[in-house]
């Protein structure tokens, strides 16, 4: 054969494969062509991932999929073609789906594509479901959609027409609408609301809101309300959103707008979690006495909570005497809840005797308080050290009203004639008050212990 011919012979077998390729492929229906598959999640990662919807086009069939990502995906993308079509049919499926997840999925699409379009409907629809977290969730997404074109209506319908969880569910999700478009008009409402708990719900969200988009003219607009709750509970909502992303910021706005300066504690617990160090720094120089006790005792107690090490060595470098043992106790008082041992070694470690004791007081306050059965065992390992009677005398106190009869036999333990009298006598005293006749058995027992109780 010749090399023309042989090249034109290739040729014509190459166009009939493709031919035959063409052919085969024309051939297949829609139905055989099937969807891609989707990676499966855990429920926690279900909020975050979105999954495309499937071929699945009726109630039912979505119903059979075990894979709740895309078992929701569908039937959000189900409630939106079925609430442009007939709302109404779509309502009444409701009842056919099983799991309350689903059921919120599939009615928040329903009712947020209903309402565009009819709002009267779709909040008359919400009326017919049973009282709990399921109408709420319904009406919050009615109102919300309702809230795009008319937020002020909205608004004022859902504060006179609903009571209890769909108020609240309905008031924020409107607030949150509101505030996308005119905060400023929804911090307004929230004002002439100032006196209900829907104009606290509006005005936390709103000043949210704000605190993510314009931060200081949230505050500035907070900070010109009349003093009072109100005004108290805006500057709280932007105040925390603010320090939590931006604290030095918000601290710098609070510094120059002394007046707000009773909030100070808002801006150093959201700042301590962030960079105790700068936050302890900002909190120990403000000018307000009060408000630098209040802030510097807010950061230390969350750092302490954290890493009572570090906040004492910080701690240990302030120049001011009387703070620096008032913040050593502090952490030493927190610290104990958690490792009273640890806590009670550093008190022992002080090297001021009267440092020392107080600390060690501190410390056994705070055990005897949140473990006293821990503190008593601790006693009955150390009976003879000096700190020893100051932790029988916060066990006496801490078992006094739950266990008065163990809490006299602790008050024996004391070894110091004068506080161990004083202690018995307290406890014999308080508890003639509370249970005259369970006192008067128990005296019977020990007959040399009523003089305790003579005037």
Known sequence: MQPRAQTLCWLLVLLLSHLGWWWHSAGKTDSE????????????????????????????????????VQRRTDLISHAAAAAQNDPKTAFSQLSNIPGLADKQAYLKQLLSTWAATDPEAAIGACAGLPP???????????????????????????????????????????????????????????????????????????????????????????????????????????????????????????????????????????????????????????????????????????????????ALEWISRLPDAALRSELTARTLGTWAVDDPNQALNHANSLQQPEERAAMQDQVLSSWASSAPDQLADWINSHPNLQSSDTARQHLTTAWAESRPETAITVANGIRQPELRLQMMQTVLADWQEKNPAATAAYLKKFPQLAPLLSP
Do not use: C
């Not at 598959?37 to 909020?47: C, E, G, K, W």
């Open 33 to 68: 062509v099937q969807p891609q598959t989707v990676a499966r999640v855990s429920p926690q990662d279900v909020s975050a991932t979105k999954a495309a919807p499937s071929a699945r086009a009726d109630l039912s069939g979505i119903l059979e999929s075990l894979d709740a």
């Open 132 to 310: 709990g977290e399921l109408r709420a969730s319904a009406y919050a997404a009615a109102t919300a959609a309702w809230a795009v074109k008319a937020p002020k209506e909205a608004a004022d319908w859902a504060s006179a027409k609903l009571s209890g969880s769909a108020r609240s569910a309905s008031i924020e999700a409107i607030a949150q609408t509101w505030a996308q478009n005119d905060p400023d008009a929804a911090a307004k409402w929230a004002l002439e609301k100032a006196s209900s708990k829907a104009g606290t719900t509006a005005i936390r969200v709103v000043m949210e809101h704000w605190a993510n988009t314009a931060p200081d003219e949230g505050a500035a607009w907070a900070s010109k309300l009349p003093a009072g709750e109100f005004r108290d509970a805006a500057l709280r909502s932007v105040l925390a959103e603010w320090a939590d992303q931006y604290p030095s910021a918000a601290a710098s706005w609070m510094d120059a707008n002394p007046d707000t300066s009773n909030l100070s504690s808002i801006i150093a617990n959201a700042w301590t979690e962030s960079d105790p160090t700068a936050a302890a720094a900002w909190a120990t120089k403000l000018s307000d006495p009060a408000q630098r006790s209040t802030a510097t005792g807010t950061v230390i107690s969350s750092w302490s909570a954290a890493d009572p090490d570090q």
